[in-house]
């Protein structure tokens, strides 16, 4: 290759290569199409290029990954208490802390490994053998070998090795479906295109990574490794931030707050004291315990716990989570962008109308099993009409593929829209053994330059050619027409276009059907044989039909005010279609493709993003750009998707959903979420149990923090009023390490509440808890704080040892929030609404924590540990007492709240 090709090679846009014809392509790639690249100029080539692989990522050693997951505000809070109780000689504790910080942060360093195998996963898709010319000899090498200008042959079976330019096909299809999301395989050709088409619309290219289904072709390598599209795919996912999910964001402006609120009246309680003339060494102790009681040391735990539950839930409803805080994501999702094929639709191509001898039927049955009817909507019966017979037979016949079954699970062996053809004729009643009846002798497969497939048959002692392909190709060449007495008749030009036009316009693919009589003694088939005489059969229109489930589901996620769309590789008007008919509604009714989006700016694409719902032939870039346009309006954003071009997105997007049963490994690696049965409506049932799970969290932080609160506040009530301390840091540790394993994970147990998917999703911008949480808290905390610090100093008062008192004091604490977990069961209704018994966990946990808690009174061990003190029968009165007053006083609250205010908790 000389010096001035070469340069210009490297500076060809590797995307401009579809508009450049064969020869020049050749030209300016310095290779020749019979003989290809030369040994040493292959070498050369190498050297220059380097070896046709994917550049690994640079990551971050394992050590450091792991010692950035104590980086959280929350976490250290913990490492301090845990430091904290040390200090004081409470090994046990300290352990306990410790070992949940740990653990969470091992969970965390396993998630984030698990994720960096995204790109390794592209790579080892890329491996894979090709069959090229070089010095003109044909040769097997290891696709890695490949370079920019080799010449490479391609069939039926063959993983295309690099991006190639296309310079002889016959009957080449490629199934581009990673790649593009075309829902079917793609027809090649070889001739130049227009620069501005689309990357599903490069029919003269095969790029890297897609599988080759029928057909042979030749072409010559235009990129390799990093400059291929799945290459460009792979330096924008190395590019594209993971988003931290919203819940990770609440709890570390939370944690963030906390920190700073404790500190604070950790310091003021100390320098308070200090002034006042008291012990430094004892203010310093009340510090400690104002600290440590302040700590949530169980909200991690709780968090993980519920997170993990959720998770178990979401399995059984067919969605796996690889990141627990994908749960909550899924509650706090406001727009859910999925892909059409597949996930939307059933992904097996459906003949669903059908036009022959005059009249027009419709099939009924979705996919590949033979189960349905075929029932007139205009025209003659179908038992009467001899061309329909005559249409869904050569269907039948003029096909290389079947249908096989598995139980009461069809598939097709073959291509989908042959299969597609070979269901209504069963449906009428035909056979799979009709071709024993008419025998093939000879076949012209399907060519894209030609748009039709033919074959030969010999049927009664006489020669038929069946022909099937474009409507707009073999219209011209019919003669005649089939009546439904079986007697030949005009075209009805005029009629088989409304038809067709009628078909096209529901987004159906339509195919004509044709036949002719050739002499006897023919075995043999050429195009000749078919240019022409064609007698018209019919026509069939099919189409990839919405599951029904998921338009169910569609009307469910509306309904809880999140917004579905769709986003497909797929034509627009077929995504059209199926958008209306699952309910998918675009103001205008426009569906926007991905030349349009090219040509738009940032804010405009934010406003289209946000009014349209349906985009199609879109590219990797395209999506992520729309993710992207969303999230900047505010949105958390769900992303569905199963090929290689989808992972940039769908690690951008809140929640990448990839496909369990189509998705490539690229995808799944990128993915927060999978689905084992490829369906919407598991998204669906995954979003009402995210919301269930954020409703839980939300619920044990409700019941949780006004016990930390109200143990700071009686610590510096005591030292502002100069008074003993009416419970220590050991006590302190007791109740919540307790309380937060007994009482407060029953939460994360808690059944999902009715009416779930009848709210509205969270705004993203507000806070974990609302002004009426925040209230209730303050409530509650003072109520603890006035209870415990009031019959500490009445048991005082009334000749009582201070053991006792702090018993006193520490049960209040534990029984007041063992009645308040009652009212955090729903934090609107009355647990009456909900039914006592519904979470029998709760009912055990509370009954468990009772019993440990007259062992921490009368067991003398435990007296000795916890300085606690045997109470009698009127003390325990006076706890019950404070306790129910706490819950009848919250479930008042809450009554005055439904009845009066349309309050948002």
């Not at 394992?62 to 959280?72: E, G, I, K, S």
């Not at 090649?188 to 057909?215: E, I, Q, W």
């Not at 029953?746 to 059944?751: D, F, N, Q």
């Not at 540990?865 to 479930?891: E, K, N, R, T, Y």
Request: proline letters at 4%; aromatic letters at 6%.
């Amino acid at each position: 290759m000389s010096v001035k090709n070469m340069e210009r090679l490297e500076t060809k846009d590797i995307r401009a290569w579809h508009a450049v014809p064969a020869q020049e392509v050749l030209e300016l790639l310095g290779t020749h199409a019979e003989a290809g690249l030369s040994e040493d100029e292959a070498r050369a080539r190498f050297e220059r290029y380097g070896a046709n692989l994917l550049t690994p990522p640079k990551t971050r050693p394992a050590l450091v990954r792991f010692l950035l997951q104590f980086n959280q505000a929350l976490v250290y809070i913990l490492l301090a208490a845990a430091g904290i109780t040390a200090l004081l000689g409470e090994w046990l504790d300290s352990g306990v802390i410790f070992g949940v910080v740990m653990v969470n942060a091992l969970m965390g360093f396993l998630q984030e490994s698990k994720a960096l195998n995204a790109i390794e996963a592209l790579a080892r898709s890329m491996t894979t053998e090709a069959t090229l010319i070089r010095g003109g000899k044909k040769r097997l090498v290891n696709a890695s070998e490949l370079v920019p200008g080799d010449v490479v042959l391609l069939q039926a079976g063959d993983r295309v090795p690099a991006d190639v330019r296309l310079l002889r096909v016959k009957g080449l299809q490629v199934d581009e479906s990673a790649l593009t999301g075309e829902s079917v395989p793609v027809a090649k050709d070889a001739a130049a295109l227009a620069a501005v088409a689309g990357l599903g619309d490069r029919v003269n290219m095969a790029y890297s990574s897609a599988l080759v289904t029928y057909g042979a072709g030749r072409g010559v390598v235009v990129a390799t490794g990093d400059a291929t599209e799945i290459g460009r795919i792979s330096e924008l996912l190395k590019a594209t931030d993971a988003l931290a999910t919203p819940l990770t964001r609440k709890i570390t402006q939370f944690s963030h707050l906390l920190l700073y609120v404790i500190l604070t009246l950790a310091v003021l309680t100390f320098v308070v004291g200090a002034l006042r003339g008291e012990s430094w060494l004892d203010m310093f102790m009340a510090a400690v315990a104002l600290a440590v009681g302040a700590i949530p040391e169980g909200l991690p735990a709780a968090l993980t716990i519920t997170l993990a539950i959720g998770v178990n839930r979401m399995a059984r409803r067919n969605a796996i989570i690889r990141k627990l805080p994908a749960v909550e994501t899924l509650g706090s999702t406001t727009v859910i962008c999925s892909d059409k094929t597949g996930t939307l639709t059933q992904n097996e191509m459906t003949v669903r109308r059908v036009f022959a001898g005059g009249g027009a039927y419709g099939v009924s049955g979705v996919g590949y099993a033979p189960v349905g009817e075929i029932t007139v909507e205009e025209g003659p019966a179908t038992d009467g009409n001899i061309a329909l017979r005559e249409c869904l037979r050569a269907g039948l016949l003029c096909n290389d593929s079947r249908l096989v079954a598995d139980g009461d699970v069809w598939t097709v062996e073959g291509d989908p829209t042959e299969g597609a053809l070979i269901s209504p004729a069963l449906k009428y009643g035909l056979g799979m053994n009709e071709e024993e009846a008419a025998p093939r002798l000879d076949a012209i497969p399907f060519e894209s330059e030609h748009q039709y497939m033919a074959t030969l048959h010999r049927v009664d002692g006489r020669s038929i050619a069946y022909v099937k392909g474009a409507p707009e190709v073999l219209l011209p060449r019919c003669q005649h027409g089939l009546g439904c007495d079986g007697e030949l008749v005009g075209v009805d030009q005029k009629e088989v276009q409304r038809q067709m036009e009628a078909m096209a316009g529901d987004g159906l693919r339509v195919l004509l059907l044709a036949r002719v009589a050739l002499p006897a003694e023919r075995t043999t088939l050429e195009h000749s044989d078919v240019a022409s005489g064609l007698t018209f059969l019919g026509l069939e229109g099919m189409i990839d039909p919405p599951r029904t489930e998921a338009m169910a589901a569609v009307r469910a996620c509306q309904a809880a005010g999140i917004q579905v769309k769709m986003i497909t590789g797929d034509h627009a008007r077929t995504a059209a279609a199926i958008a209306s008919q699952i309910g998918l509604e675009t103001k205008g009714g426009k569906a926007l493709t991905g030349i349009d989006l090219a040509s738009m700016p940032d804010r405009e694409l934010e406003e289209a993003a946000a009014r349209t719902a349906v985009f199609a032939r879109v590219s990797p870039e395209q999506k992520l750009r729309l993710v992207t346009a969303l999230q900047a309006r505010g949105h958390i954003v769900a992303m569905t998707g199963d090929g290689v071009n989808d992972a940039p997105a769908l690690r951008r997007a809140d929640i990448g959903v990839a496909m369990g049963i189509t998705g490539t490994e690229v995808a799944k690696e990128a993915a927060d979420m999978v689905l084992t049965d490829d369906n919407f409506a598991s998204i669906e049932a995954a979003v009402e149990e995210g919301r269930g799970v954020f409703d839980n969290l939300v619920k044990f932080i409700a019941w949780t923090i006004p016990t930390n609160v109200g143990e700071g506040l009686v610590i510096m009530v005591a030292v502002l009023v100069g008074a003993t301390l009416p419970i220590t840091p050991v006590q302190i540790l007791w109740i919540n390490m307790t309380t937060a394993v007994l009482l407060g994970l029953m939460l994360a147990m808690e059944p999902k509440e009715p009416g779930l998917m009848g709210r509205p999703p969270r705004d993203p911008a507000s806070p974990i808890l609302t002004r009426v949480l925040q209230w209730r808290i303050l409530m509650v905390s003072t109520m603890l704080l006035a209870a415990a610090f009031g019959f500490f100093q009445w048991t005082l008062a009334a000749g009582g040892s201070v053991a006792e008192a702090r018993t006193m004091a520490v049960n209040v604490f534990v029984f007041g929030e063992m009645f308040y977990l009652f009212n955090c069961r729903s934090l609107t209704q009355s647990m009456f609404a909900l039914g006592v018994f519904t979470n029998r966990w709760l009912i055990g946990g509370v009954a468990l924590m009772a019993v440990l808690q007259l062992a921490f009174t009368y067991v003398p061990f435990m007296n000795q540990a916890f300085h606690s003190a045997p109470i009698d029968g009127g003390q325990w009165l006076l706890i019950l007492g404070a306790s129910s007053a706490i819950w009848a006083v919250v479930g008042f609250e809450k009554w005055l709240r439904r009845r009066y205010a349309a309050t948002t908790y």
